[in-house]
């Protein structure tokens, strides 16, 4: 008989852009896969892997006391339904709804990703002490964490969320190739740029991520006012959704309010976008907070030159001068800088995205993640079967 594994996050976007490599993975070791999630336009695309969905909205705000109890009554009676062997949740508000849910429906194995703590060393002493809360409270629950990056586990230990043992690395990867610098052809990028409307010779900055400011977006916003006093002509392709409901988001309208309308283009949600990252002199990743950016990893493996700022996550990913740049975070000026310098010097640019592709090759293959998570339910598999012989 199979073991019954379910995956609980928020939205499908997040299981189909995020989680779907892992969950093919684990259909190929002999899995049964199923998904909670809210309902949305990727379900289908989900459903044809063969694994199976649940639709209980799960709202990602932070307080929402009716829609939170109404989605842990069914998620409840669901897990106490299917009897699922392992509950697998991903995000703060899945993680405390699910794997409380899951302990009191009897799953006998409950597992939390952490994608990225939701507080820095930034944020208010109120944000953070609630963030560091809920997560306490969902660790309770948990038999193993996985934090996406280094710094979050130290953390994690540090504020007494959760005992070390309890927590462990699983990193980040994408398929290596279908991000493949050697797919890459100077006909097949400017058929892209045509696609698009882009000029042959443009400067193109690209970004991709959430239209939110958390994202970094204002401050590239700014930057590109510096950059077409230089180059009049150069382009920041934004790649990623808007997001109505969240409390920082922006819309297109946005760009007008810095005057850099025409410079800016708009893509939305994408699914070529490993088309679309060479056509990008330079890839930036202005963010605020991040937990392990796969975007990043893309981007390396693309071969493009990278500037990031100094967070979690990015600061793993990009070793300052050696295979991108890393700037302050929410500082435009140093932004701007950066860029220009990529812009104007192709010899360090080169040097900097070859050394990044070689990094994205030795560290951020997905198969890796695919094996830490495949050994750690055989361990949690192992240790369970133990305690009931």
Known sequence: MQTKICHVASADITVNFLLLPQLKSLLKEGYDIYVVCSNGKMIREIEREDIKVKTIEITRKLFSPISDIIAFIKLF?????????????????????????????????????????????????????????????????????FSQNKEDMKTIVNEGIAKAKKVGYLGNGIDLQRFSFAKVSENSILRKKKELGLSENVKIIGIVGRLVKEKGYIEMFEAMKKIIKKYPNAILLSIGPEEPDKKDKLNKDTAKEYGIEKNVKFLGQRLDIEE???????????????????????????????????????????????????????????????ILLLLDNEGKAKRLSENARIKAVEEFDENLVFQRIFRQYKKLEAELHRRHS
């Open 77 to 145: 009676f669901y897990f106490k339904k299917e009897k699922f062997s392992i509950v697998h949740t991903h995000a703060p508000k899945p993680a405390l709804l699910g794997q409380l849910a899951a302990k009191m429906a009897g799953v006998p194995i409950i597992v939390n990703t952490i994608h990225g703590l939701y507080f820095t060393k930034d944020s208010s002493f109120i944000k953070k002490s609630l963030f560091v809360l809920t997560e306490k409270i969902s660790a309770k629950y948990s038999d193993f964490i």
């Open 276 to 338: 679309l990252y060479p056509l990008m002199d330079v890839f930036v990743l202005p963010s605020h907070r991040e937990g392990f950016p796969r975007s990043v990893i893309e981007a390396m493996a693309i071969q493009r030159p990278i500037v990031v700022t100094n967070i979690r996550g990015c600061k793993e990913e990009i070793d300052n001068g050696k295979n991108g740049i890393v700037v302050p975070v929410k500082n435009p000026k140093k932004l701007a800088e950066a």
